[in-house]
């Protein structure tokens, strides 16, 4: 069978080459599932827009305050080599402070 009658064996049957459709663009069709479906979709409550609302627009602070916190723990306590639970302490960072910012 050559290439030619492979073509027209395949046009027959409803393939149709790429150059034949306009090149690589490909034409939508609508799935009628996908309408009726659509249309009996329920609403979520207002509350739960709302969270969702706030976790997607909150979701890169949350992470960067979580990635502040392990920074602290792991130059502190990690590469410090100081005890874990001064980590957290107001006094640790306020000496802190006063050692960066203190007139000489």
């Known amino acids: 069978m050559s290439m030619a009658d492979e073509r027209i064996d ?3 049957r ?6 034949e459709e306009g090149g690589s663009r ?4 609508s799935s009628p599932a996908k ?8 609403r979520q409550p207002k509350g739960v827009q709302v ?6 627009k909150g979701i890169v602070p949350i992470i ?3 990635m502040l916190v392990a920074g602290l723990y792991i130059g502190y306590a ?12 107001w ?8 050692l960066v910012f203190a007139e000489s």
């Open 10 to 12: 395949l046009e027959a």
């Open 14 to 19: 409803g393939f149709r080459s790429q150059a």
């Open 26 to 29: 490909k034409k939508k069709r």
């Open 35 to 42: 309408a009726e479906g659509s249309s009996n979709k329920k």
């Open 51 to 56: 969270l969702l609302w706030i976790l997607r």
């Open 64 to 66: 960067m305050v979580i």
């Open 78 to 89: 990690v590469l410090g080599k100081q005890p874990e639970g001064e980590v957290f302490s």
């Open 91 to 98: 006094a640790t960072w306020r000496h802190l402070y006063d």
